[in-house]
């Protein structure tokens, strides 16, 4: 079973995925994800997929990521991308995912652009963290 670390600074929601996401276990990670999008909705939180983890992403995972997004956006929530590995981001990249969902190199960036709050509980975390 696919493994989907959590963590939340403020308002938002941090999911973790891990491994690969193929048509293999796609419809797991869906089911994983499934309570943190309906939660997202019912709160208003933005949701941000930390993919530092993610080994590799099909097109199975590319669309759980598409029907998230479509759940989301329309209502107004955020949702967004941090730390693809190289190969994970040419996957997002070559399928234009990034036209999609932003894009972000570091957490720290990813939630400066979601939520003020969310970044500075996160770089406080760090602080305590050294």
């Keep these: 079973m696919?493994?989907?670390p959590?963590?939340?600074y403020a308002n938002?929601?941090?999911l973790q995925p891990e491994g690969r996401i193929t048509y293999l276990n796609a419809l797991d990670f869906e089911i994983l994800l499934a309570p943190y999008i309906a939660r997202c909705k019912q709160l208003a939180h933005p949701l941000l997929l930390d993919l530092q983890n993610l080994e590799y992403i099909s097109s199975a995972g590319l669309r759980i990521f598409m029907l998230a997004s479509k759940q989301l956006l329309p209502n107004g929530i955020k949702i967004a991308v941090a730390n693809p590995q190289s190969i994970v981001r040419e996957i997002l990249e070559i399928s234009r995912?990034?036209?999609?969902l932003p894009?972000?190199?570091?957490?720290?960036?990813?939630?400066n652009a979601l939520s003020a709050n969310a970044h500075a509980e996160?770089?406080?975390s760090r602080l305590g963290n050294d």
Excluded: C, G, H, R
């Design 122 to 124: 996160y770089e406080k």
């Design 12 to 14: 938002v929601l941090v």
């Design 97 to 100: 995912f990034n036209l999609i």
């Design 6 to 8: 959590i963590t939340q």
């Design 103 to 111: 894009i972000y190199p570091s957490i720290a960036d990813a939630l």
């Design 2 to 4: 696919m493994q989907l």
